[in-house]
Structures are given as C-alpha cells and as structure tokens.
C-alpha cells in the first residue's frame, strides 16, 4: 500500500508542482486523495504493480465521472470548449464518496484496460530535438515506438509554439493546422528548435495493444486516461481527430521483436527517426538493454536517431540513468529526487556509424514546458 501511496505522490508532483497553473488543480487533487485516503489507497492496492495502480485507478475513476455525470462532482471535471471549471471545495469529499460507491465498477473498468494515456503535447519535444535534421528538410522515416493510438504519428501535421518569457522563440509547421501545441521554454537556454519541420516519408506506429480511434468504446477510455485539464484534453480530442483523418500503418507486437523487421524494410535514404515517448521507462532492464542493441546494431550501418522522452530509469527517487543508456549527472538525479518526475528528452545519433548519445531537456509529462539543459554550438565552441 506504502508503494501505492508514493506512486500517488509522485504522479501528483510531476503534473501539477508547486506553481503549477490552476487548471492542474483537479489532476492533483485526485492523486492527492488517492494518497491521503486509506480506503482508496486500499482499493488501489488490489491492482498488480506492474499496471500502475494509482493512474490505472485514476483513470477509471475519470471515465465513470464522465459517463455518470454525477452531480456536483462532474462540474469540478472539465468540458470540451469550456474553461477548466473552478474545483468544488467539496471535491475531495464528494470524490472519496463517488469512488467508494462504485468500488465494484472501479475494479471492473482497471481489470479490462490497461492505463494508456496518449498525449500529443510530448510531440513538441521530439520536435525541438529533431533540431537541425529538420531545416536541413532532409526525409525522415518516422517509427513511433508504444504509439498507442498514434497521435505521435503525425507530428508534422500540427503546429508548434515556443514560448520564451517574452514574446514566442520560434513556431514551426502550417498555420491552417488542427493543433497548436505551445510549450513554454524554461531556464536560461533556448532550444534550438526547428522553424520547419521535417518531410515525413515513411511513418509507421509500433504498439504491444495499438488503439483503435475509430471504436467508441477505446476513444471514450482514452479521453479518461487523459489528465483532467482542459489543455490536455482538447489537445487529445483534436489530435485523435488527426489521426482518424491521416490512417497510418501500425503495427502490433513487442518492440524488440518486430522492430528489426520494420527498419530493414525501409529504404536507403531517408534518415530513421525512431521516437518513444514514456514507454522505454516501462521496460524491464534486459528488455531495454535489448532493445538498445538493436538499435546500436542498425546504427552502425545506416544513419539514424532514436529520441526518447522517457522519465529516469528506474523510475522514481533511485533513478540513475537516462532510457538510451547515459548515466544522469547529479544535480539532474537530485532534482528527479525533490521535484517529482519528469520526462527526459535524450537522443542517440549515429551518422556513418559514429554514434554520439545527448541529454537535451526535461519537461512536464504533458509537454506543457521544456527546460534546454544541453549547452549550445556557441558555449561548445568557448
Ligand atoms: C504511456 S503510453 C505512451 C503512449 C505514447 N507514446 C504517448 O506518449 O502518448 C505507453 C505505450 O507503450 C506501449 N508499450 C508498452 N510496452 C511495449 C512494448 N514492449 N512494445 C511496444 N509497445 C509497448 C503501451 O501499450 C502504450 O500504448
């Protein structure tokens, strides 16, 4: 239950941290609940650990809110085209009540899903690490690992803003597009992110349960899994919007074992982007070490990225080293230690079979804001 109660913690922290805007208020306050609350944490408890209890829990509880409509407690919960409603005072009460209520249900909608959240926004950081690839406009075969719904598939389809304190650093892709993604820049380095975006020329989506949009029933669980916040979830609704418009190929199975496959499939020429975002930290250690080894062993032989926006592994306080393999400095494992958890924006780059690993960023789970923590050409140069 103690592992439950962290896990709880930890979620809360990493999405709404001190000074988080008000509209992540309802996200923690459910995680802060579930912590708080013995009977809640016990019914939590009954899930194996390896489906993440708390966001498992969190997520049916979203979908039975939605499908319910009970009321007060619907009104603290946002609406499509609304502004985040304000949080009941009465939330955390009416909450507690609500859960406890629908015990049975709970458990029934955590036995038969797994969680899945998709979120768009984490494009804007597999953006802004594509850098320089993409104003060279050179064609990028694009293999989006753990895709789920493949919303990450079509990350040249939406619009990026980059916004500095002042006014925006950079923006990338069309402006007639369904969705804007704006990630606010944080600390004292600019990304040096793309004013254009790359020519996707291949694209192909892997997924152990790849999620079909078009089904009712799987788009209505996933809207659950979203956090609770308005940015968050109008940005799942257009990109599933996107992605049901543009079909890409997906393909089912485990990552190590139908990754050699697809990328000895691809042409000589484009460069291979292959790209995960919050999968990898799910992997057992020997699952990744073997999927790191594929990857090297592709690399030596044809030029290809593999950019990861994965929290430290292991996850949690004891985390010691990046997805792709690079150990974490320091001040980095203490700040994963104080502030919660967040995604590490990293990339492995092998051009002519030289391969050269980067720690670039960190950023909200939600791609809300970045931090640029790899030194730029001009301070390399010093
Ligand atoms: C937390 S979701 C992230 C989805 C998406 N990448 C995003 O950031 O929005 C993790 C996804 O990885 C998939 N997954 C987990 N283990 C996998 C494996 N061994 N091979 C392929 N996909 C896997 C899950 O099914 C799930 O869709």
Redesign the pocket.
């Known amino acids: 239950m103690e592992v439950v109660r962290e896990e709880a913690a930890t979620v809360a922290a990493a999405w709404s941290p001190r000074g988080a805007p008000d509209t992540w208020r309802l996200t923690a306050a459910q995680f802060d609940a579930l912590h708080d609350d013995a009977e809640l944490v016990a019914i939590a408890s009954t899930i194996a650990p390896d489906r993440l209890p708390p966001l498992l829990f969190t997520a049916a509880a979203n979908s039975l809110v939605l499908r319910l409509e009970p009321r007060p407690l619907r009104d603290s919960f946002p609406r499509l085209g609304q502004p985040q409603p304000p949080l009941d005072r009465h939330f955390r009460r009416d909450y507690r009540a609500f859960c406890l209520d629908h015990r049975d249900q709970l458990l029934e909608l955590c036995a038969c899903h797994?969680?899945?959240?998709?979120?768009?926004g984490?494009c804007a950081h597999i953006v802004a690490a594509l850098g320089p690839e993409a104003e060279e406009e050179r064609e990028l075969a694009l293999i989006?690992?753990?895709?789920?719904?493949g919303?990450?598939l079509h990350l040249d389809r939406y619009r990026y803003v980059f916004r500095g304190p002042g006014p925006s650093l950079a923006s990338a892709g069309g402006a007639g597009s369904e969705l804007t993604l704006a990630v606010d820049i944080r600390g004292t380095r600019t990304p040096p992110a793309p004013s254009a975006l790359p020519r996707v020329v291949e694209r192909v989506g892997?997924?152990?349960?790849?999620?079909d949009l078009d089904d009712a029933g799987v788009r209505a669980w996933l809207a659950a899994c979203v956090p609770q916040e308005i940015g968050a979830v109008t940005r799942f609704h257009a990109a599933a919007q996107v992605t049901i418009e543009h079909p890409a190929r997906r393909v089912r199975?485990?990552?190590?074992e139908?990754l050699p496959e697809i990328l000895a499939a691809i042409p000589d020429g484009p460069l291979v982007c292959v790209v995960?975002?919050?999968?990898h930290v799910?992997?057992e250690p020997d699952?990744l070490a073997r999927f790191r080894a594929i990857v090297d062993g592709v690399g030596a032989e044809r030029d290809l990225d593999w950019i990861s926006?994965d929290p430290l592994v292991p996850m949690g306080r004891a985390a010691t080293s990046t997805v792709i393999g690079t150990p974490a400095p320091t001040p980095l494992l203490e700040r994963n230690r104080s502030e919660g958890v967040f995604g590490v924006l990293a990339k492995l780059a092998y051009r002519r079979g030289r391969r050269s690993a980067a720690l670039l960023a960190i950023g909200h789970p939600s791609g809300v804001w970045l931090e640029w923590l790899a030194p730029s050409q001009a301070e390399r140069g010093r």
């Open positions: 797994r969680y899945q959240m998709n979120e768009v984490r989006d690992v753990g895709t789920g719904a919303l990450g892997v997924d152990i349960e790849p999620l199975g485990d990552a190590s139908v995960d975002s919050y999968v799910f992997f699952e926006i």
